[in-house]
């Protein structure tokens, strides 16, 4: 297959959702091809331990840092291409299915519950505009830590 910027970006972002949950070795590999660096493992917990939810495939962030990459290599291609709108369609597909029975929970108790819980245990008063991660406020750091977007707004 022919290599440009939009078979390379297409074949990363299935590698990434062809892996396991939270990342594998072929995917490290992908990124290590590629020079970029994935995630320690510190925060790999994290975010496997935080709301946002994955049922599959690599953290968004480390797929971002693939697609910087790609971007690089093909500097006239990737003029106007929109990595947090091709980010959150990656996101869109590795979060957990919900069903009906996940809307009618979430429409009571749940997002009520999970919020106020929120920003009680952990302060957060910001998230990310592109995915809506919170912003952990015990952390220093100005790129969301799921999807690496640079924007954040008032929750
Ligand atoms: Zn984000």
């Not at 992908?30 to 935080?50: C, F, H, I, N």
């Not at 939810?53 to 910087?68: H, M, Q, S, T, Y």
């Not at 809506?132 to 969301?144: F, I, S």
């Amino acid at each position: 297959m022919e290599k440009n910027f939009k078979t390379e970006i297409d074949q990363a972002f299935q590698s990434a959702l062809d892996a396991q949950k939270g990342g594998d070795a072929k995917w490290n590999e992908v990124m290590l091809t590629y020079g970029a660096e994935p995630l320690p493992d510190s925060d790999r917990q994290k975010l496997l331990g935080s709301e946002m939810k994955i049922a599959r495939g690599a953290f968004p962030i480390e797929l971002r840092r693939v697609f910087e990459k790609i971007a690089v290599k093909y500097p006239n291609d990737s003029q106007g291409f929109d990595m947090d709108s091709r980010i959150l369609e990656y996101y869109q597909k590795i979060k957990p299915f919900s069903g009906l029975g996940d809307i009618f929970s979430n429409a009571s108790t749940g997002t009520a519950k999970y919020s106020q819980g929120f920003r009680n245990e952990k302060q957060s008063t910001y998230k990310c505009k592109n995915c809506g991660a919170p912003r952990l406020e015990e952390m220093q750091y100005d790129n969301c830590m799921f999807c690496g977007s640079k924007l954040f707004v008032p929750a």
